[in-house]
């Protein structure tokens, strides 16, 4: 499966942005799917994202109760909104998915197969 990530962009702190993870070729409805995200000098973390059923969510604690994870019924692409963005927010934005994946590894980003591109979020204080 193919992944394209966009809507990232330039908002001041307090504001909101939308991200989508865009997948062709396929549905993602076998897929769990996640966001990750990495900042300059810093390794790539964790955001959120949720199983292959869509039954079971996980948040960063970082993001919980400003960032919510979703997807369209076509389940052919998945959301990321964000709410109450900081400044520690800004980094490069990535989804990726995988149709093998086990729980354990839901957060860990090197069980992943498939990745979109990336979209930068800035946020200024």
């Known amino acids: 499966v193919q992944l394209q990530a966009s809507g990232g962009g330039l908002v001041q702190a307090g504001g909101s942005l939308r991200l989508s993870c865009a997948a062709s070729?396929?549905?993602?409805?076998?897929?769990?799917v996640a966001w990750f995200r990495q900042a300059p000098g810093k390794e790539r973390e964790f955001v959120a994202g949720?199983?292959?059923?869509?039954?079971?969510?996980s948040y960063a604690d970082s993001v919980k109760g400003r960032f919510t994870i979703s997807r369209d019924n076509a389940k052919t692409t998945v959301y990321l909104q964000m709410n109450s963005l900081k400044p520690e927010d800004t980094a490069v934005y990535y989804c990726?998915?995988?149709?093998?994946?086990?729980?354990?590894?839901?957060?860990?980003?090197?069980?992943?197969?498939?990745w979109g591109q990336g979209t930068l979020v800035t946020v200024s204080s």
């Open positions: 949720f199983s292959r059923t869509g039954g079971y969510t």
């Open positions: 070729g396929r549905t993602l409805s076998r897929y769990a």
């Open positions: 990726a998915a995988d149709d093998s994946i086990i729980q354990s590894q839901y957060r860990n980003y090197v069980a992943y197969d498939y």
